[in-house]
């Protein structure tokens, strides 16, 4: 069965370093998403891509985070510099179509700790 | 903006007891997505509820999408020990985004 991949499945960092996140979705899904989600809370949506164009990143601190999806296909999350605050569960899901009608598949997630 | 409420935020049952969980918004949705998400994994796709009072079952778990559209609920049958995580409902308010609301953690005591 088809899964979405992502790696690293574990990242510590100290504050201030950039880390960054891979995520290959599942082959011929068009659209694309990261989330945040802190302990205890639900996912948060950070930016969500239609094949390689960005269609919400409202919730990006674009200060501090980038996304790309250059080819429409993997994509990758940057945070730099990190702070203590971004210590969280960044998972990457998929759909085959439009957010909110399709069925979200997601990644195993990379668990960030910044020290 | 454009929340949605969760409740219980816990909930705590016998094996064999049922459980509810609550979703609810003050806006109308155009569709509502339930996950759920085992301790330590990732939410899986559970169901999607679109019609004015619709109603789907799969096995135990019975699912509700209120008349108005505004509210939706979650009933677990007789709950096992796999049934134990947490419970997100997703509803999109017609942005095509799924907002997912802040979850019912279910735990079992055997």
């Known amino acids: 069965e088809a899964e979405v991949a992502q790696s690293p499945r574990y990242k510590i960092t100290e504050k201030s370093q950039a880390v960054a996140f891979w995520c290959d979705p599942i082959?011929?899904?068009?659209?694309l998403y990261w989330y945040r989600q802190i302990l205890g809370q639900g996912p948060e949506l950070l930016v969500q891509?239609?094949?390689?164009?960005?269609?919400?990143d409202s919730q990006l601190p674009k200060d501090r985070f980038s996304a790309e999806r250059l080819k429409g296909v993997d994509s990758t999350l940057k945070i730099q510099p990190a702070e203590l605050g971004d210590s969280a569960m960044y998972l990457c899901?998929?759909?085959?179509?439009?957010?909110?009608?399709?069925?979200?598949?997601f990644g195993p997630g990379t668990r960030l700790t910044v020290l | 903006g454009q929340q949605v409420m969760q409740i219980p935020q816990y909930q705590h049952v016998q094996e064999g007891e049922d459980f509810t969980t609550y979703c609810n918004s003050s806006?109308?949705?155009?569709?509502i997505q339930w996950y759920k998400q085992r301790p330590g994994g990732h939410p899986v796709f559970l169901i999607q509820?679109?019609?004015?009072?619709e109603v789907k079952k799969q096995k135990r778990l019975t699912f509700q999408f209120g008349e108005a559209k505004k509210n939706s609920s979650l009933h677990i049958t007789a709950t096992q020990t796999t049934d134990v995580g947490t419970y997100f409902c997703?509803?999109?308010?017609?942005?095509?985004?799924?907002?997912f609301g802040t979850g019912t953690r279910l735990t079992i005591i055997p």
């Open positions: 899901a998929s759909s085959l179509g439009l957010a909110g009608l399709d069925e979200q598949f």
């Open positions: 082959s011929g899904h068009a659209t």
């Open positions: 891509f239609q094949d390689e164009s960005v269609v919400d």
């Open positions: 806006t109308t949705l155009s569709n």
């Open positions: 509820l679109v019609k004015s009072g």
């Open positions: 997703a509803p999109n308010f017609g942005n095509e985004k799924l907002t």
